[in-house]
C-alpha cells in the first residue's frame, strides 16, 4: 500500500512518536488534572486503555524508523520528543510555568540528539 503523498520514513516516525508520546502523556499525567477527585483504580484502568492507543503508534514508529536508524538514534529521538511534548502538557493542561532552568536542562540534551543523529546508522544483520 503507498501513502497518498510522499512522506519520508523518518518523518513518519516523528509523527507517529509524538501520537504515541500524546496518548502516553495523558494517560502518565492527565489524571493529575482531570481525575483527581476519581478512585485510583479507575484512573489505572483508564490509563491502561489510554496505553493501548500509544503502543498502536509508537510500535509502528519503531518498526518503521528501524529501517533507517539504530535502535540508539529511535531511543534519543523518542525521548526528546516525550520531554517536548511534555512540556507542551505541562503548560497548557497543568497550567504550570515553563521556568529558565527547565529550559536549559532540555537545551542539555540538543547535542545528544546531534551527536546520535548526525552519524548515519550503523548496518546490522537485524534489519
Known amino acids: 500500500m503507498t501513502a497518498p503523498f510522499p512522506m519520508s520514513t523518518s518523518l513518519i516516525t516523528v509523527l507517529l512518536l509524538i501520537g504515541s508520546n500524546l496518548f502516553m502523556t495523558f494517560a502518565w499525567y492527565g489524571h493529575l488534572k482531570f481525575g ?56 497548557w493542561v497543568l497550567q504550570e510555568r515553563l521556568r529558565w532552568n527547565y529550559i536549559a536542562s532540555f537545551g542539555c540534551l540538543l547535542p545528544a540528539v546531534a551527536f546520535v543523529l548526525g552519524f548515519p546508522a550503523p548496518k546490522t544483520t537485524a534489519r
Open 36 to 91: 483527581a477527585d476519581s478512585p485510583l483504580w479507575r484512573i489505572i484502568g483508564l490509563s491502561w486503555g489510554l496505553a493501548f492507543f500509544e503502543y498502536c503508534l509508537m510500535v509502528p514508529a519503531n518498526r518503521i524508523g528501524y529501517r533507517v536508524m539504530s535502535g540508539f538514534q529511535l531511543k534519543i529521538l523518542q525521548e526528546v520528543i516525550t520531554l517536548v511534548v511534555f512540556a507542551a502538557f505541562a503548560v
